[in-house]
């Protein structure tokens, strides 16, 4: 309690000290012929900077009446007249700029906020927030902008339910900020439009990559004609940005599908046998980043079984890049070691490390999403722990 005070009290302490300290000096060392007094009208300044706009016309008003009417410097002696008309009209000058400079940072800050609200609202339109049921999956996300005053930036993630099973996708659009934000809004709604028609995660990809061949298009003027034939679209303008996308499909039965275009892959956090297990899905080269290379005929899907209690961790490359102000990475496996104790909460967990490691300052953003497989309510713990010894390898 005392800290807090003392927090609310310094603002109001500056100014209050900086002008005692110009008037003891002028008290006590005014003969020596070095006058300071000129310095009060900084008073004011230091006000309007700390508190706003009113301590600073109170504070100046209050030196304008000591300066004509008090005594000011050491004993016996005075400042004539025309020396403090010439403070007080500095004092006044002073105050002026400075409540004039403090509206309009005022009004700065009312916009920047605003543009806030604005990046919010995009936000929520965009990146929904998943429902915590979905099926058989329990999900959970979270999102952070690298660009300081902004929701968004150029990652994304979506997760839906359709008759073939929950999809989902995570990417990242190189880049972020606003400039990557019509990217995104491109991508998810060629994904939300596929996922639900598509019968294979390769028509889904198909899909995205003939929507973002076509933005591309139109970003270079026309120069290149829309999407083109299955396996086909795609290719590298010049200048054009690249995407990294994992599409992930996941069936009641706990079968999974995913589909790696440049993009790390997730980790899966299991328990059984009264341990708890973090493992990355698979260490084979995924597909090249989308735009970088037309898309192969083939696809290569990674298949895997999930066990109920499993939880599939998705990341972008901006968790595993994230910095200390030191340069120390962060420890990703690390923390999802410590969060396979709580796979329900793995998502909260990782996020608060990765605020933590980094204090706040990302270079890139991060977008998280987890999926926990739990058929009905759950399976009872025997049977999580008799279904984790399994193992989860790929088939197909």
Do not use: K
């Amino acid at each position: 309690m005392f800290r807090n005070r003392a927090r609310r009290a310094l603002p109001y302490s500056l100014p209050a000290g900086w002008v005692l300290a110009v008037l003891l000096y002028e008290r006590l060392h005014g003969e020596d012929g070095l006058e300071l007094v000129q310095l009060l009208a900084a008073g004011p300044a230091i006000a309007c900077a700390a508190t706003g706009r009113r301590l600073c016309v109170v504070l100046g008003g209050v030196l304008c009446a000591a300066l004509l009417f008090a005594p000011v410097g050491p004993a016996g002696t005075g400042y004539d007249v025309q020396t403090r008309t010439a403070t007080c009209a500095t004092v006044a000058a002073v105050v002026a700029a400075s409540y004039l400079t403090a509206g309009r940072r005022l009004r700065l800050q009312r916009e920047l906020e605003r543009i806030r609200e604005i990046a919010t609202a995009v936000q929520h339109a965009l990146l929904q927030p998943p429902p915590e049921r979905i099926g058989a999956l329990r999900l959970s996300a979270a999102y952070v902008s690298a660009t300081r005053g902004a929701a968004l930036g150029g990652d994304l993630y979506e997760a839906v339910s359709t008759r073939f099973g929950v999809r989902a996708v995570i990417g990242d659009v190189r880049g972020h900020g606003l400039p990557a934000v019509g990217a995104v809004a491109a991508l998810l709604g060629s994904f939300r439009e596929a996922a639900h028609e598509e019968p294979d995660l390769a028509g889904v990809l198909t899909r995205m990559e003939r929507t973002a061949d076509r933005r591309r298009a139109a970003a270079e003027g026309g120069g290149r004609a829309g999407g083109q034939n299955d396996g086909q679209a795609g290719g590298q303008g010049e200048g054009e940005d690249f995407v990294t996308l994992l599409l992930v499909e996941i069936r009641a039965d706990g079968t999974a599908s995913l589909l790696n275009c440049g993009h790390p892959w997730p980790y899966l956090l299991s328990r059984g046998g009264g341990g708890f297990g973090v493992e990355q899905v698979s260490t084979a080269a995924p597909l090249p980043p989308m735009g970088v290379l037309p898309l192969p005929r083939h696809l290569p899907q990674l298949r895997l079984r999930l066990n109920p209690g499993d939880t599939l961790f998705l990341h972008t490359d901006g968790a595993e890049d994230a910095r200390s102000r030191d340069g120390r990475p962060f420890p990703l496996r690390a923390a999802l070691d410590a969060a396979a104790r709580r796979p329900a909460d793995a998502v909260a967990l990782v996020r608060g490390s990765l605020q933590d490691h980094t204090r706040g300052r990302f270079t890139d953003d991060v977008a998280l999403l987890g999926m926990r497989y739990l058929p009905a309510d759950g399976p009872p713990p025997a049977v999580a722990a008799a279904g984790a010894g399994r193992g989860n390898q790929p088939y197909g």
